[in-house]
Nanobody, 120 residues
Framework: QVQLVESGGGLVQAGGSLRLSCVAS????????MGWYRQAPGKQRELVATITTTGSIKYADSVKGRFTISEDNAKSTVYLQMNSLKPEDTGVYYC??????????????WGQGTQVTVSS
């Protein structure tokens, strides 16, 4: 199993910045990729950014150029630097880890979520 603990959410004005952190523990050797997803009220959870263990990065079109995902393997931590925040970035941000089950399939783990609120 993998445990994920997020931190860094909060309330910020439009145009401001926040940095989210997610620390992984447990069977971290099984992790194939980590990422951030968010869910706004009344909407489905959506991908924000992901990074694989080989360094491949993907961003949602809505955050390209404003958000940066990075990792510190020594600390088993993934970060999401969010700049030029907009009210539409408001939501609960969840850390995700895609893990190798060893049976040719992947299994996702999720953190508890951290609230990001951007005021206009």
């Amino acid at each position: 199993q993998v445990q994920l603990v997020e931190s860094g959410g909060g309330l910020v004005q439009a145009g401001g910045s926040l940095r989210l952190s997610c620390v992984a523990s447990g069977n971290i050797i099984s992790i194939l990729a980590m990422g951030w997803y968010r869910q706004a009220p009344g909407k489905q959870r959506e991908l924000v950014a992901t990074i694989t263990t080989t360094g491949s990065i993907k961003y949602a079109d809505s955050v390209k150029g404003r958000f940066t995902i990075s990792e510190d393997n020594a600390k088993s931590t993934v970060y999401l630097q969010m700049n030029s925040l907009k009210p539409e970035d408001t939501g609960v941000y969840y850390c995700n880890a895609a893990t190798d089950t060893g049976w040719g399939t992947e299994f996702p783990y999720w953190g508890q979520g951290t609230q990001v609120t951007v005021s206009s």
